[in-house]
T-cell receptor, first 112, second 112 residues
Framework: GQNIDQPTEMTATEGAIVQINCTYQ??????LFWYQQHAGEAPTFLSY????GLEEKGRFSSFLSRSKGYSYLLLKELQMKDSASYLCAVRDPRDGGFKTIFGAGTRLFVKA | DVKVTQSSRYLVKRTGEKVFLECVQDMDHENMFWYRQDPGLGLRLIYFSYDVKMKEKGDIPEGYSVSREKKERFSLILESASTNQTSMYLC???????????FGSGTRLTVV
């Protein structure tokens, strides 16, 4: 089966660091994506991890452990504009590798 | 600025109507996708296409069909709209497998 778990909601303070976790149990694995989605808007691509380890991109970093079926998105120096949903998604290698399976998303609230 | 454009932002249709949702991308992407997004369920794949005139079923194709006559355009058709098809519909495209998606702004469809 295909299952992606992430917390439903999180709250953090402006200027702080927050870590959004994602665990997955899927029949296959070919990479993990993180997307950001502001309310009423389309998701936008943040990161893609294929190999284990940490990928840093400005204030955002994403970590992957394939053996543990685990990833996290780290947001540093939080800003109010970071209030959004964060979607974890796994690339499914079956059927030519075209499909991506999405988690339900973590809604992050950044407070002043 | 590269773009995925969905023809309507909001639609209200009656039960039993045939509904067309249009999506156009200007990035010369090979792959195009239709998802629906419902609270607590995340994005679920309806259909995708990896080439002109090619289409593949996703996880929830029942009640839907698609058309891809030109590379830049991918249409989703609800043959006979039902109330359980009330949802946010998101179109996406990607250059090829393993690349992040670019999403359209979404169409919020209400079936009454």
């Amino acid at each position: 089966g295909q299952n992606i778990d992430q917390p439903t909601e999180m709250t953090a303070t402006e200027g702080a660091i927050v870590q959004i976790n994602c665990t997955y149990q899927t029949s296959g694995f070919n990479g993990l994506f993180w997307y950001q989605q502001h309310a009423g808007e389309a998701p936008t691509f943040l990161s893609y991890n294929v190999l284990d380890g940490l990928e840093e991109k400005g204030r955002f970093s994403s970590f992957l452990s394939r053996s543990k079926g685990y990833s996290y998105l780290l947001l540093k120096e939080l800003q109010m504009k970071d209030s959004a949903s964060y979607l974890c998604a796994v690339r499914d290698p079956r059927d030519g590798g075209f499909k991506t399976i999405f988690g339900a998303g973590t809604r992050l609230f950044v407070k002043a | 600025d590269v773009k995925v454009t969905q023809s309507s932002r909001y639609l209200v249709k009656r039960t039993g109507e045939k509904v067309f949702l249009e999506c156009v991308q200007d990035m010369d992407h090979e792959n195009m996708f239709w998802y629906r997004q419902d609270p607590g369920l995340g994005l679920r794949l309806i259909y995708f296409s990896y080439d002109v005139k090619m289409k593949e079923k996703g996880d929830i194709p029942e009640g839907y069909s698609v058309s891809r006559e030109k590379k830049e355009r991918f249409s989703l058709i609800l043959e006979s709209a039902s109330t359980n098809q009330t949802s946010m519909y998101l179109c996406a495209s990607s250059f090829r497998q393993g690349h992040g998606y670019t999403f359209g702004s979404g169409t919020r469809l209400t079936v009454v």
